[in-house]
């Protein structure tokens, strides 16, 4: 078959009209759909119901009573079953509220305001720097946007960022003082850290000494494919001495319920003491009868992984209509590529060149509502416009059904629009 992009111009206006029939009749349908944000359906949710009744008793295993004031950086129970689902020493693990985000966002303020490990404050650093791996997660972007420092993509592949840009990078400039990084099942691309990345990055010698991984595991337990494994920063880190490099988060939101579950933060034992300092000052201690249901719930770490094969099972579906409708629909065009996601929340496509915006915005006028075209770029800027994160957790199989098929169709109509102006 003769891929879309091979059309004479003859042929293309005749597809364009075919195609802006077929979009009418689903404008016409008064379709609402949302594909917007990675949000777990109703029914992932329902799945983990019995936390809101695993609270029997409300005392931990040393008779601590929960209700009250104490306890700073997480019960030892709750620290243990991270411990064991992680494989980092309970040391090393601070419990923190229920966001990720929020642990981040205080961490980065932290580091703006004090410092770290004797270094001057980042608040001070005149043209502070951030490597931000792109297409990436929207919100890291914001934070490090919204602490006044200039953002730098840096070129994902399937294996991470690429290291060869990262490493000549961060070797030249002490302004640059750190990377985010979604190691496992990336927000949006799916991308699973190498042995190698892995290692590069704990190992890479930067001008910055203060130089921080916020590595920011999220999807880490969230195989829908395949379970990946993932090597561990902190081991090759401490290996050549860059243990401090690491700051870790992880969260229960995209395990149990988002906005209700419990987020982690892991680093040395020299950083978390550092932290610990601060955050005496910033609160007396979080919501430890929340840690104490997630606890009784699960009872341990293998728990929370049959759970996740269950999560697993009831996304499958999803993710397979979403990747089989794209082959389906898109395959043999050439208008579009994608790369099949072994687990995490997404499936990033990648447009013809300057049609992102034009396909989003028709989805959007035919009632089916995508992430922002740009949004996985620094600045929401993206130097391509080809680039758009779909997130298939939300809507039922049946709304997801309509809306990939229009998603699909806007593809189309705005890559041959793009090439009937070209030709
Ligand atoms: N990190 C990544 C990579 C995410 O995709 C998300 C949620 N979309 C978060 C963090 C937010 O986590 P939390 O709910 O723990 O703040």
């Known amino acids: 078959?003769?891929?879309?992009?091979?059309?004479?111009?003859?042929?293309?206006?005749?597809?364009?009209?075919?195609?802006?029939?077929?979009?009418?009749?689903?404008?016409?349908?008064?379709?609402?759909?949302?594909?917007?944000?990675?949000k777990p359906a109703a029914s992932q949710l329902d799945l983990t119901n019995g936390l809101l009744t695993a609270l029997d008793d409300y005392h931990t295993e040393s008779g601590l009573d929960a209700r009250n004031y104490g306890v700073l950086d997480g019960i030892p129970e709750a620290k243990k079953l991270f411990s064991d689902l992680l494989d980092i020493p309970v040391d090393k693990i601070i419990v923190g509220g229920s966001s990720s985000l929020n642990l981040m966002y205080d961490a980065m303020t932290r580091l703006m305001l004090f410092g770290t490990q004797g270094e001057k404050p980042w608040k001070d650093v005149k043209g502070i720097k951030w490597l931000c791996p792109s297409p990436g997660y929207d919100r890291h972007f914001a934070v490090t946007e919204d602490m006044g420092m200039e953002l730098i993509p840096v070129p994902m592949t399937a294996e991470g960022p690429d290291m060869d840009v990262v490493e000549k990078l961060v070797a030249e400039d002490d302004t640059i003082k750190g990377i985010w990084c979604v190691p496992l099942h990336s927000n949006p691309l799916g991308a699973c850290y190498s042995d190698e990345t892995v290692d590069r990055l704990a190992s890479m010698k930067t001008a910055a000494k203060d130089f921080r991984i916020f590595w920011d595991n999220a999807y880490g337990v969230h195989h829908i494919y395949e379970e990946v494994p993932l090597k561990d920063i902190f081991k090759a880190a401490a290996a050549c001495g860059n243990e401090d490099r690491i700051l870790y988060f992880f969260s229960t939101s995209k395990i149990t319920f988002p906005g209700a579950g419990i987020a982690i933060m892991a680093s040395s034992l020299s950083n978390i003491a550092e932290i610990k300092k601060h955050m005496t000052i910033q609160t007396i201690g979080h919501d430890k009868l929340n840690q104490l249901r997630h606890v009784k719930y699960f009872g341990n770490a293998e728990n929370i992984r049959a759970h996740m094969r269950k999560l697993a099972d009831a996304l499958r579906p999803k993710f397979d209509m979403v990747l089989d409708t794209l082959d389906a629909e898109l395959g043999e065009t050439g208008l579009a590529s994608w790369v099949?996601?072994?687990?995490g929340y997404f499936v990033a496509l990648d447009t013809l060149p300057g049609c992102a915006k034009e396909t989003v915005r028709l989805a959007k006028e035919a009632?089916?509502?995508?992430t922002g075209a740009g949004a996985t770029w620094?600045?929401?800027?993206?130097?391509?416009?080809?680039?758009?994160?779909?997130?298939?957790?939300?809507?039922t199989i049946e709304e997801l059904d309509k809306a990939i098929h229009l998603f699909c169709l806007c593809v189309k109509l705005a890559g041959v629009k793009k090439l009937i102006g070209e030709s």
């Open 378 to 395: 620094p600045y929401k800027k993206d130097p391509k416009d080809s680039n758009i994160r779909i997130a298939p957790t939300y809507p």
């Open 340 to 343: 099949t996601p072994k687990g």
């Open 1 to 38: 078959m003769k891929k879309i992009t091979e059309f004479t111009r003859e042929e293309l206006l005749e597809l364009q009209e075919e195609l802006e029939k077929q979009y009418e009749e689903f404008k016409a349908q008064g379709l609402k759909l949302d594909m917007s944000r990675g």
């Open 367 to 370: 009632g089916v509502t995508m």
